[in-house]
C-alpha cells in the first residue's frame, strides 16, 4: 500500500518514544513530522495539516487533553483525526480522551501491530470520509445542477408515486416533485402541493384520459411520448406533448403547452379546406398560374368558361388562350406586379375559347409572395362578361340612336319654332293689308254690292279678324320659347290683379265673379305669368255655364312647389278630352259656340314648363274645370 501521500504527526516528550514511532511510520511509507511538545505540535499541525496525529497525554507544560481541544477549536485542524498515546489504560482517560475529540487510543508500551492497525484504520476512515465529503459535493452539485434545470425549464416537470389500496391497485398519485413552469401552467405551488394526491388537487384528470394514461406507464412501463388534447379549464381545449417515463413505482412526466401551434394548425387546415371548397365550386373560375403564365391548377368555373377540360388547360399559359390584341396590355400589367409597383390588377380581355368562340372576361391578378416578399406564383379570378359586354353594346348602340334622334328633335324644333315665328310675324303685313282693303271696301262699295256681294265681303273681314287672332297667339306661343329674360320675384296677387284689368270687359259683359286667396311672390318672368293667369282666368269665363261664372285663384304650399288653382263652375271638359286641350290647335268646340284659335292652353304650358312646373286639370263635364300649375319655390 502506498502511503507516501500521508502524513502524520506524531507527537511525545520522550525522544525514545518518538524515535521508535517515526521509525515505524517511516518504515511503512508515511510521511513524519515530530513534536516534542504541545505547542510545537500545533505549530506543526496549521503549518503541514497532517492527516493523522499520533498525541501523547502526559506531557509537561501542556498536555495532549488541551492540544486535542485547542486542534478542535480551531478550523484548519478540526477535522483531523487525534490518537491518543498513553500509559495508562484506565476507563476515565479514554473517556477524557474521546470527550475532547479523540478519534482512538494506544496504549503504552507499544505494540507494533496495533499501532499500525490502529493507524490504518484511522486513515482508512480519513480517506472514506475525504471521499463521502466529496460525493457529498457532487450530489449537492448534481442537485442544484438538476434544480437550475428544472427551475429554467420551459416545459412543465412532474414526478408521482403511485398511490396503491389494498389489493396494490393504483389509486391516485402522490406529488413528488413540481417544477416552476408546472406550477404555472396547474396554477400550483410546490410547497402546497408536494405529498398531496393529484386526484384531490386536480380533480380533471379523472376524465381527461391522462390519469389512466399514467397508470398504463407505471404498470407497464412503457414510455409514453405523443400529443394529447383535453378540456383544461371550462371550455378550454389544451394541447400537451406529454413524454412520461416509470420511475420507480411512480413515474416522471415532461410536458409542453403546443396548443398555440396547434390552434395555428387548425386555423390553417381549415382555411385550406375553405380556400379548397371555395376554389372547387366558385361560380367565378379561379386559376393559379406559375410567373411564366403556365397554369398550374384550374377550377371547375374557369374550365366552363373557356370549355377546356382541366387536363388540357394544365398544358396551355395565359398567352396561348388571350386573344392578341390583348397580350400586350396583359404583360405590362404582370411586369408592373411583379415588379411590386402594383399589388394586383383587373383588366377586361378576350380568351380564346376551345369551341372557337372569343369569350370577354374580366381577369383579376394577384402575386403571392413568400416572406422575403419575391413573387412565387399568380392567383387569377376570372369572370364571363361576355352577356354584360353584350348587353353594353346594344345599350350603347341605342344610347347613341336616343342621342341622334334627341338631336334631330332639337333641331327640327328649332327649327319649327323659327319657322312659326318667321311666318306668323311674316304673315301679319298681308293681312292687315287684306283686312285694311276689305273693310274699305265695305265701307265705300256697301252700296254698290247686292247682299250676296255684300255677305261675302263680311266672310272676308271676319276671315282676317279670324286670322289676326291665329297669328297673333301663334306669335305669342313662339316668343314663349324665345324668352331669354332673367325671372324676377313677383307678387302674384299683382299679376291677379294686372289679369282682371285686362279682362275688365269679358268679366263685366259675362257678369263674372272673379276672387283671390292669399297669393305667393315667386321667381318668374312677370309678362309670361300674366299671360298664363290672363288665359286659364279668360277661358274660366268664356266656357261658362248658363249660371253667371265664378272664378276662384288660390295657391298653396305642397313640398318644394307652389301649387296654384283656377276654378271655375263653366260647362267642365270630359276626362278623355284632358289631354289633348294642351295641344296647339286643339279644340272642343266650333269657332260658333266658342271663339278661339285652341293655342291659349298650348302657350300656358310653355309657360309653365319654362318656369320648371307642371299643368294639369281636374274636370267633369257640367261641374266646371279646376286648372292648376305648379311653380318650383328656389332653394
Ligand atoms: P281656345 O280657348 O282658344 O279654344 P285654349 O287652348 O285656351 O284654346 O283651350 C283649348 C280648349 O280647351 C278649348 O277649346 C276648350 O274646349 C277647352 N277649355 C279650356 N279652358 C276651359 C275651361 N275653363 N272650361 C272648359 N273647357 C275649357
Not at 501542556?62 to 478542535?72: A, D, H, I, P, S
Not at 434545470?149 to 391516485?172: F, H, K, Q, T
Not at 388562350?321 to 390583348?326: A, V
Amino acid at each position: 500500500m502506498d502511503n507516501s501521500q500521508i502524513k502524520v504527526l506524531v507527537v511525545d516528550d520522550q525522544p525514545s518514544n518518538l524515535r521508535f514511532l517515526s521509525k515505524l511510520l517511516t518504515a511503512q511509507g508515511y510521511q513524519v513530522y515530530r513534536a516534542i511538545c504541545g505547542q510545537l505540535a500545533l505549530n506543526l499541525a496549521i503549518a503541514h495539516c497532517p492527516d493523522l496525529i499520533l498525541l501523547d497525554i502526559r506531557m509537561p507544560e501542556m498536555n495532549g487533553y488541551e492540544v486535542c481541544r485547542t486542534l478542535k477549536a480551531t478550523a484548519e485542524t478540526e477535522q483531523i483525526p487525534v490518537i491518543f498515546l498513553s500509559v495508562l489504560d484506565e476507563m476515565n482517560d479514554k473517556l477524557q480522551a474521546f470527550r475532547v475529540g479523540g478519534a482512538d487510543y494506544i496504549t503504552k508500551p507499544f505494540q507494533v501491530e496495533e499501532v499500525l492497525a490502529r493507524i490504518e484504520k484511522q486513515v482508512g476512515l480519513q480517506k472514506l470520509q475525504q471521499q463521502l465529503k466529496e460525493q457529498n459535493y457532487q450530489l449537492q452539485q448534481s442537485q442544484s445542477l438538476l434544480a437550475s434545470i428544472l427551475n429554467s425549464s420551459l416545459d412543465g416537470v412532474v414526478a408521482y408515486s403511485a398511490v396503491r389500496n389494498s389489493e396494490g391497485n393504483i389509486v391516485d398519485f402522490q406529488w413528488l416533485l413540481i417544477n416552476p413552469a408546472a406550477e404555472k401552467f396547474y396554477g400550483l405551488l410546490l410547497n402546497d402541493i408536494v405529498g398531496k394526491n393529484l386526484l384531490a388537487e386536480l380533480s380533471q384528470f379523472r376524465n381527461n384520459g391522462l390519469f389512466d394514461l399514467y397508470v398504463s406507464v407505471v404498470e407497464t412501463g412503457e414510455t409514453v411520448d405523443g400529443e394529447f388534447s383535453y378540456e383544461h379549464e371550462r371550455d378550454t381545449i389544451v394541447w400537451l406533448h406529454i413524454v412520461a417515463v416509470k420511475l420507480n413505482d411512480g413515474l416522471a412526466v415532461t410536458f409542453r403547452n403546443i396548443t398555440d401551434r396547434k390552434r395555428a394548425e387548425i386555423a390553417l387546415r381549415d382555411s385550406e379546406e375553405r380556400f379548397r371548397a371555395i376554389f372547387e365550386q366558385a361560380a367565378v373560375g379561379i386559376a393559379k398560374t406559375a410567373l411564366c403564365g403556365q397554369f398550374m391548377r384550374v377550377n371547375p368555373g374557369f374550365c366552363q368558361i373557356v370549355r377546356y377540360a382541366e387536363s388540357e388547360l394544365l398544358q396551355q399559359n395565359w398567352q396561348a388562350i388571350t386573344h392578341p390584341d390583348d397580350i400586350e396590355a396583359d404583360r405590362e400589367y404582370v411586369s408592373l406586379l411583379l415588379s411590386g409597383d402594383i399589388q394586383t390588377f383587373s383588366m377586361e380581355k378576350r380568351l380564346l375559347c376551345k369551341d372557337e368562340a372569343v369569350r370577354w372576361a374580366n381577369v383579376t391578378v394577384s402575386a403571392m409572395r413568400d416572406a422575403k416578399g419575391t413573387p412565387q406564383y399568380l392567383i387569377c379570378a376570372i369572370e364571363d362578361i361576355s352577356q354584360r359586354k353584350l348587353v353594353q353594346e346594344l345599350l350603347q348602340a341605342s344610347l347613341d340612336t336616343q342621342t341622334r334622334y334627341a338631336q334631330e328633335l332639337t333641331r327640327s324644333n328649332a327649327e319649327l319654332e323659327q319657322f312659326s315665328y318667321v311666318a306668323s310675324h311674316d304673315l301679319q303685313a298681308p293681312l292687315s293689308t287684306i283686312a285694311g282693303y276689305a273693310q274699305l271696301l265695305e265701307k265705300r262699295c256697301h252700296n254698290q254690292l247686292d247682299a250676296q256681294g255684300n255677305k261675302f265681303l263680311r266672310n272676308i273681314v271676319n276671315s282676317c279678324g279670324r286670322m289676326q287672332a291665329l297669328i297673333d297667339d301663334l306669335l305669342e306661343y313662339s316668343r314663349v320659347g324665345r324668352s331669354e329674360k332673367p325671372f324676377d320675384v313677383i307678387d302674384c296677387n299683382l299679376v291677379f290683379e294686372d289679369a282682371c284689368a285686362n279682362l275688365q270687359l269679358a268679366i263685366r259683359q259675362d257678369r263674372a265673379s272673379v276672387t283671390r286667396g292669399d297669393l305667393p311672390r315667386v321667381r318668374g318672368d312677370s309678362f309670361q305669368l300674366l299671360q298664363l293667369f290672363q288665359n286659364l282666368i279668360g277661358n274660366a269665363i268664356k266656357y261658362r255655364s248658363s249660371e253667371a261664372p265664378m272664378v276662384r285663384v288660390s295657391a298653396s304650399r305642397q313640398g318644394d312647389s307652389w301649387v296654384f288653382s283656377v276654378q271655375d263652375n263653366g260647362i267642365g271638359i270630359a276626362e278623355q278630352y284632358h289631354p289633348r286641350i294642351f295641344q296647339l290647335f286643339q279644340r272642343l268646340h266650333s269657332e260658333k259656340q266658342y271663339s278661339g284659335t285652341g293655342i291659349g292652353l298650348a302657350i300656358c304650358q310653355r309657360i309653365v314648363d319654362r318656369h320648371g312646373g307642371r299643368l294639369w286639370v281636374e274636370s267633369e263635364p257640367n261641374r266646371g274645370a279646376t286648372f292648376y300649375f305648379s311653380i318650383p319655390i328656389p332653394k
